[in-house]
């Protein structure tokens, strides 16, 4: 269970500022208990020095290894067990769009401050790293971590000749990675072309549909299904062809700070 970490001699004033949904949040600023329901901005709070105020985080949030030692775990990204959440005391709650689920989201909406992040590029991600720095009081720090990342991924060569690529997330039945998703965006930053492009954003894809669209590598993702070398010969009797490799999901999924080392894992990838 969370201690009281909060600083009672701070003083605080209303802060209004719009999420990236376009919802207007009036938070309590700085705000000294936070909870956060995604992994990766779980991370982001903990580099930008906060994570004396992060008194909740999810079973998910696994870096950094202290998080989930030092914060109340208030259940997944989808389900959240509402009376812990209340127990944590929270003048500000961070979420996503796409990791929670909107039901649970309006129920907490109702009672707290809830900043809402909506991430489908690179552009985004070092947009919600910006204003997350801004509503909690580290705006320094954060646009330093932005201006990083930004630098580093403009530092990635363009590829002479982009190879297609597959990027499955999910097995029984496949599920890839396609338009409109962050990790599409980090394929073509890498020098790859999503063959499943057109299909929109997680769709199932079958073996005949694997074995027809031909690509040169399938990226075989270490989450959300944990993708073993097992797997790789049996996505390599559909491809016999292609360079079918495990990735570190987390290099291309998670769109905090962890983007500080995504640069480098790319180009040595490609």
């Known amino acids: 269970m969370a201690s009281d970490q909060s600083d009672k001699s701070v003083v605080q004033t209303p802060l209004t500022v719009t999420d990236q ?24 709070l903990f580099d930008l020095g906060l994570g004396p105020r992060v008194v909740g985080v999810t079973k998910f949030c696994i870096h950094p290894p202290e998080a989930r030692q030092q914060a109340t775990v208030i259940g997944g990204t989808k389900n959240f067990d ?11 709650i961070i979420g996503n769009k ?12 109702a009672q707290y401050p809830v900043w809402l992040s909506d991430v489908a590029d690179l552009p985004g991600a070092l947009r919600m790293i910006k204003q997350v720095g801004f509503i909690t009081g580290r705006a320094l ?31 029984k039945p ?7 998703t962050f990790i599409d965006d980090l394929l073509a930053r890498a020098g ?20 027809r669209a031909a690509p040169q590598r399938i990226l075989l993702s270490s989450e959300p299904y944990p993708f073993k070398e097992k797997h790789v010969a049996e996505l390599q009797k ?29 180009s040595q990838l490609r």
């Open 238 to 266: 559909i491809c016999p062809l292609a360079h079918v490799q495990l990735v570190d999901g987390e290099m291309f999924s998670w769109y905090g700070s962890r983007l500080l080392h995504a640069a480098d894992y790319l």
């Open 174 to 180: 496949y599920l890839a990675a396609a338009t409109g």
């Open 141 to 171: 720090v954060a646009d330093t971590m932005a201006a990083t990342v930004a630098e580093r991924f403009g530092a990635l060569s363009a590829a002479a000749a982009p190879e297609s690529a597959a990027y499955l997330i999910w097995r």
């Open 98 to 109: 796409e990791e929670n689920y909107q039901e649970g989201i309006e129920q907490l909406a």
């Open 21 to 44: 949904l376009g919802r207007r949040v009036a938070v309590p600023f700085p705000p000294q208990r936070i909870v956060s329901l995604v992994p990766s901005q779980t991370e982001l």
């Open 192 to 211: 790859f072309t999503n063959v499943f492009g057109a299909l929109g954003r997680y769709p199932e894809v079958t073996s005949e549909q694997l074995a």
């Open 82 to 92: 509402f009376a812990k959440i209340a127990a944590c005391q929270p003048d500000l």
